[in-house]
């Protein structure tokens, strides 16, 4: 085997193989089996394979990173010259932002304030613009809703199942302000963070993360998981976006309000464009990042979400469908207590055993609970289990369960 010249034509001759198929099919056709090879038969997922190529992005890094080993032979006198100058660099694709309209803006908050720790995180992407992998490592310990300030140093990342926590994309810390409905917005939602974990006998970690499938808030979410269920809910609206989408948005209309550039790309943590000042804290213009935050109260849509004196907050949206999972746990354990099978006193089965009979996660049987607990048919109390209540009194829990040991003791 000969040694093949390493210059401009073999390497525009491989980024012409990047660009037509990964499988390097050579254009034959076949079918792309998913099933084990000890099953003879073909799953829906063995479809005739597509010819896919790299995207321009992709084959750019892999540009760059040989750029950067043949730089480093130049340098090192291993090479004259450095190859990649005499081959043609794959073209940068054109930026094609396309933000949610208005309109779509506010379907969007509407459809995911139906619960309120989803629709914070939304709503907190389309006012921060900050990517996916940060909003899933917010911190507790760093939102001060005092200074209305949020703090973001950390990302999170993920491949396949394994998912870290590691530097920001461009390796910058920055901090930006919030205006008051968001603030309002996370008072509410923490108090009712509490309220769930002080139901299951534990306290919110206050170095916990914002948004996690935990009761305590010790774990993050995974960013798979966050674009998939945004997706999703996109999908039963009829529009096909990602959550990179309110990325653009939260731009376009800091943009629109006459945000100055600078403070845009600082509150987004672009790295590009001024790079050198955007880098240090310092280069931020205070006074206008603090109008920016200001702006979003004209420009956001309202959210369908409505906070008491005491911080509590209820949803102003129509009763959602009667087919919605929770309402169906809610309406078989409702069943239940009106033909007598659940008697007063009883305890109600564990979120383990509901989640597990019904196939649905803990918040959605939890949000169960708590629409028996406001129609008064259940009582609830910290480190104990849901109970059945009478409806012509109102017990404390602990009598209830009294009550219910002296009738099997009778």
């Keep these: 085997m000969r040694d093949e010249p390493l210059d401009g034509e073999t390497l525009d001759s491989f980024y012409s193989i990047l660009r037509t198929c990964r499988s390097h099919c050579g254009g034959r056709k076949f079918i792309e089996h998913h099933h084990k090879k000890d099953e003879d ?40 010259v450095n190859p990649l100058d005499q081959a043609e660099p794959p073209k940068a694709p054109k930026p094609a932002p396309h933000p949610p309209t ?11 304030f139906a619960d309120l720790s989803w629709g914070m ?40 199942a394994k998912t870290w926590e590691k530097d920001t994309k461009t390796h910058q810390q ?8 968001t603030v309002t917005l996370l008072r509410a939602y923490r108090v009712q963070c509490e309220s769930q974990a002080a139901e299951m006998a534990v306290q919110v ?50 943009i629109t309000a006459g945000v100055d550039i600078r403070t845009v790309a600082g509150r987004l943590g672009h790295g590009g464009g001024g790079a050198t000042t955007l880098r240090v804290y310092t280069a931020w ?14 420009r956001m849509p309202t959210p369908p979400i409505a906070v008491d004196p005491s911080g509590n907050a209820t949803s ?31 305890k109600l089965p564990t979120l383990v055993e509901l989640t597990s009979r019904y196939g649905v996660a803990s918040a959605t049987a939890h949000r169960a609970i708590a629409e028996l607990k406001k129609d008064g048919l259940v009582m609830v109390a910290r480190g104990r289990r849901a109970v059945v209540a009478d409806p012509n009194a109102a017990h404390p829990v602990a009598d209830v369960v009294d009550l219910k040991s002296k009738r099997k003791a009778t």
């Design 41 to 80: 038969k073909c799953t829906d997922r063995c479809r005739p394979h597509k010819c896919t190529g790299l995207s321009t992005s992709s084959i750019r890094q892999i540009h760059w990173c040989l750029n950067g080993a043949l730089k480093r032979a130049v340098r090192w006198r291993w090479l004259g």
């Design 102 to 112: 208005a309109e779509q803006a506010a379907a969007i908050v509407n459809a995911a």
């Design 121 to 160: 995180l939304v709503w907190i992407a389309m006012t921060t613009g900050a990517r996916r992998g940060e909003i899933c490592a917010l911190r507790w310990d760093l939102l001060d809703l005092e200074a209305r300030t949020l703090s973001i140093n950390s990302s999170i990342s993920q491949d396949g």
């Design 174 to 181: 920055r901090r930006i302000a919030l205006d008051t409905d």
């Design 205 to 254: 970690d206050p170095q916990g993360r914002v948004f996690s499938s935990s009761i305590d808030h010790s774990t993050w979410l995974k960013p798979d998981s966050v674009s998939q269920r945004y997706e999703r809910m996109c999908e039963r609206l009829g529009w096909d976006m990602s959550i990179h989408s309110l990325r653009h948005y939260s731009a376009t209309e800091l």
């Design 285 to 298: 213009v205070s006074e206008a990042d603090q109008r920016a935050a200001g702006n979003f109260s004209t």
């Design 316 to 346: 102003t949206l129509e009763p959602e469908p009667s087919n919605s999972p929770y309402l169906k746990i809610a309406a078989d354990l409702r069943g239940a207590i009106d033909c007598g099978a659940l008697r007063i006193g009883d």
